[in-house]
């Protein structure tokens, strides 16, 4: 399947649900052709499980859904291992993050224990079970929700855990127009149930990896390092964008120009993603951590300002 028909598809089968949201699509479409992880940050009740969910669905591979709850332990995601009477030995019993496409619904109401049994997932693809290495599935795509910090009952998300995410993107109400045709495409049920894959995972899989070929100028490899390197000088952040960072933000710029039918990445391309990419990685001087989201996504807008664009 050529690149330009999978994007297409994708993205109409995920439109048909999630309503008036075309940013937001592009942008988890961005993140699942880079190979990497998504988190869904806003209030409840916007259509951040929807999009997943969604997502998911339209992709031919196994889908796990996982509801975060202060209960919830390491073990319920990995996997435990039983002991099978019959043969007298311990068979493992894999977990949920066995599985291509995981929704992680809302990750910031379990405890740091088990939010951090994710870590190596997420980073390595792999998990370690009564001193084994456990390769996970290809393609492997974590995608998790949160609600704002703000809320009672959450748990912030640790730095080294956020910097795992390729990116955050919130998703917002809608209009009023959009709300309406919401309400109406409702009549008859849920649609999502509806939902059909249009993608296989191993189209997926040669599409994640026609990413990688697309063509960056050195140029524009210096303008994302000039972008990272702002943020470490910043006299309003405490801690600056990582090299995983600057990865994120090269990776992601690849994945953009491709689903816009460009085998080059343009400065635009940077300039769009600086926000989604960076500002979840940053550690604002000022603000609560509730408000630091916003005053990061201020920063990055400045720093974009400041920067000079190759031409």
Known sequence: MQPGEMVSRLHHNIASVLLGQPDAIELALVALFADGHLLIEDVPGIGKTLLARALAKSIDCAFHRIQFTPDLLPSDLIGISVFHQPSGEFVFKPGPL?????????????????????????????????GETRTLASPFMVIATQNPYEFEGTFPLPENQLDRFLMRLRIGYPDRQTEKEILNQHRNGEPIDRLEAVVCADDLKALQSRVKTIHVDERINEYVLDLVEATRRHEGLYLGVSTR???ALFRAAQALALIRGRDYVIPDDVKRLAKPVLSHRLLPRQGRRGGQGNLAELIVDQILEQTTVPI
């Not at 066995?98 to 870590?119: G, H, K, V």
């Open 98 to 130: 066995f599985a291509s496409i995981i929704l992680a619904d809302e990750i910031n109401r379990a405890t740091p224990r088990t939010q951090s049994a994710l870590l190596e997932a997420m980073s390595d693809r792999q998990v370690s079970v009564d």
């Open 245 to 247: 960072g600057a990865l």
